[in-house]
């Protein structure tokens, strides 16, 4: 699924950035960031409860 793929890779992303030396700002920012891609996929795993057998 191109959708889930994508959120993934911004996950993937956002993570890595978060070992970097970063201010509380941009934690904080990234931890929102990081909910909403969480409740995304947590939205699109119920819609499709066949996406595990592809």
């Known amino acids: 699924m191109p959708t889930v793929a994508?959120?993934?890779a911004q996950k993937?992303?956002?993570m890595e950035q978060l070992e970097n030396?970063?201010?509380?700002n941009e934690r904080e920012e990234i931890?929102?960031?990081l909910a909403k891609i969480?409740?995304?996929l947590s939205l699109l795993d119920s819609d499709d409860p066949?996406?595990?057998g592809e």
């Open 6 to 8: 994508k959120l993934l």
């Open 12 to 14: 993937q992303q956002l």
């Open 21 to 24: 030396d970063l201010g509380p």
């Open 31 to 33: 931890g929102r960031i």
């Open 38 to 40: 969480e409740t995304a």
């Open 50 to 52: 066949v996406a595990e």
